[in-house]
């Protein structure tokens, strides 16, 4: 990272910093074109790995993206406010963001699904109950994280 003074290691500072964003950007490359994705999300860490949750509709190609089973590239960002500057080219942005790489898969099992979507509905808050169809109308994935940094510009 070029800017180390802003780079982000604490483990717990970066788990704040996912947990407080609204929008987990997903970037694919199919060797041809750059496609990328806004979509909500839930977050879990275990001992070993970080993992965020996704759906989607079943057809259409953010779900052909996944299907492929490529690396992904993913962002998060929040804490946006303007740095004023006496110039206009002084001017700076306050911000926190996470980067990073993983792997996609597909939820196949329907409580692996169920437990998944209600991840995502805890990182918004929303206490609202999963429909019963939820698990088999909706496509489900786990991003396993692979590489991750986060940068902060206070």
Known sequence: M??????????????????????????????EEVYIVPLCFGYEETETERIFYFHSAKEGRKAQWIRTGSKVGFELDAGHRLKEGKYGCS?????????????????EE???????????????????????KAPTDLCVYQMTVETLSGKENK
């Open 110 to 132: 329907e409580e692996e699904k169920r437990a998944a979507l209600t991840k995502i509905l805890s990182h918004y808050d929303a206490s609202a109950p999963l429909s019963e």
């Open 2 to 31: 070029r800017r180390s003074d802003r780079e982000i290691t604490d483990p717990k500072r970066l788990k704040e910093i996912i947990e407080s964003c609204f929008c987990c950007r997903l970037g694919f490359f199919d060797g």
């Open 91 to 107: 001017y700076s942005a306050g911000y926190q963001s996470i980067i990073g790489t993983g792997r996609i898969t597909v939820i």
